[in-house]
Nanobody, 124 residues
Framework: QVQLVESGGGLVQAAGSLRLSCKVSGGTFWSYTMAWFRQAPGKERKFVAGISRNGGVMQYEDSVKGRFTVSRDNRQNTVDLQMNSLKPEDTAVYYC?????????????????WGQGTQVTVSS
């Protein structure tokens, strides 16, 4: 059974940085397309960033382009999200997700495996 465990969330001031990490176990990591989603209180879960199996293709939601960077290490079975220039509107619970689909997709029902989430709070 595939397990995803996020870490690295916390409280940061606006314009600060955080790095989230997701450790995957119990599956063949390189066979999964990975993504980060976020969900703010009272809002829908939304795609933030995704990365293909070999790390060659990355996709970002428009509001985080140029500020966030997704990466993966297929030897360590981890996927990271480097978040710079954080804004209060980035405040949310961030989730790591995995799918066996070949391409990066933005709709959350496609992803069959999810972590428990990590809270990111950006103060103004």
């Amino acid at each position: 059974q595939v397990q995803l465990v996020e870490s690295g969330g916390g409280l940061v001031q606006a314009a600060g940085s955080l790095r989230l990490s997701c450790k995957v176990s119990g599956g063949t990591f390189w066979s999964y397309t990975m993504a980060w989603f976020r969900q703010a209180p009272g809002k829908e879960r939304k795609f933030v960033a995704g990365i293909s199996r070999n790390g060659g293709v990355m996709q970002y939601e428009d509001s985080v382009k140029g500020r966030f960077t997704v990466s993966r290490d297929n030897r360590q079975n981890t996927v990271d999200l480097q978040m710079n220039s954080l804004k209060p509107e980035d405040t949310a619970v961030y989730y790591c997700a995995a799918t066996l689909r070949y391409s990066v997709v933005t709709d959350h029902p496609t992803y069959s495996c999810w972590g428990q989430g990590t809270q990111v709070t950006v103060s103004s």
